[in-house]
Antibody
Framework: EVQLLESGGGFVQPGGSLTLSCAAS????????MNWVRQGPGKGLEWVSG????????YFADSVKGRFTISRDNSKNTLYLHMNSLRAEDTAVYYC???????????WGQGTPVTVSS | QSVLTQPPSVSAAPGQKVTISCSGS????????VLWYQKLPGTAPKLLIY???KRPSGIPDRFSGSKSGTSATLGITGLQTGDEADYYC???????????FGGGTKLIVL
């Protein structure tokens, strides 16, 4: 059974930094791309970033480009999202998702909340 | 404003049928597979349809998907009160090199 467990969310001031983690189990982690998707309060789903199975390819939404980086440690079966220069509009629940291909997200974590506020 | 356009809400009575549209362009829906997700408050999104019209194991055949050109449609028959949720279309955008979601459609079962 695929399991994805996010952690690292919390409260941070504008301009601050935070790193989210997603621990994966139940599948061969290095064989799959992984993504981060968020949902702000009262807002819709927004894709944030994705990374290929080997970590060689990364993709970002324009809203986070230059501020967020994505990485993975295949030896630890863990995905990361490093968030810098955080803004109020980054406040959201952040989900990690296993990518079958090009946005086909069959498995999701339970989400971790991030609040950016002064 | 999302690149993929969905109606903000749709409604129908229990037992009836409803369709939710998703309109895009050639760089996204027109040349890539469409996914549909169901989102309930406080829970992770759930994949309902992949590859335009395929259902994952465990998704009842009351849910169906179709695609024509740069638009896609989710159909739900035999509506149940438990179907009340937000529904999102999604796809890859070849120009943006990223995943797009529609703005979401709230389904109200009257």
């Amino acid at each position: 059974e695929v399991q994805l467990l996010e952690s690292g969310g919390g409260f941070v001031q504008p301009g601050g930094s935070l790193t989210l983690s997603c621990a994966a189990s139940g599948f061969t982690f290095s064989h799959y791309g992984m993504n981060w998707v968020r949902q702000g309060p009262g807002k819709g789903l927004e894709w944030v970033s994705g990374i290929g199975g080997s970590g060689d390819r990364t993709y970002f939404a324009d809203s986070v480009k230059g501020r967020f980086t994505i990485s993975r440690d295949n030896s630890k079966n863990t995905l990361y999202l490093h968030m810098n220069s955080l803004r109020a509009e980054d406040t959201a629940v952040y989900y990690c998702a296993k990518d079958e291909h090009y946005g086909h997200f069959a498995d999701w974590g339970q989400g971790t909340p991030v609040t950016v506020s002064s | 404003q999302s690149v993929l356009t969905q109606p903000p809400s749709v409604s129908a009575a229990p037992g009836q049928k409803v369709t939710i549209s998703c309109s895009g362009s050639s760089s996204n829906i027109g040349n890539n597979y469409v996914l549909w997700y169901q989102k309930l408050p406080g829970t992770a999104p759930k994949l309902l349809i992949y590859d335009n019209n395929k259902r994952p194991s465990g998704i009842p055949d009351r849910f169906s998907g179709s695609k024509s050109g740069t638009s896609a449609t989710l159909g739900i028959t035999g509506l149940q009160t438990g179907d009340e949720a937000d529904y999102y279309c999604g796809t890859w955008d070849s120009s943006l090199s990223g995943v797009l979601f529609g703005g979401g459609t709230k389904l109200i079962v009257l």
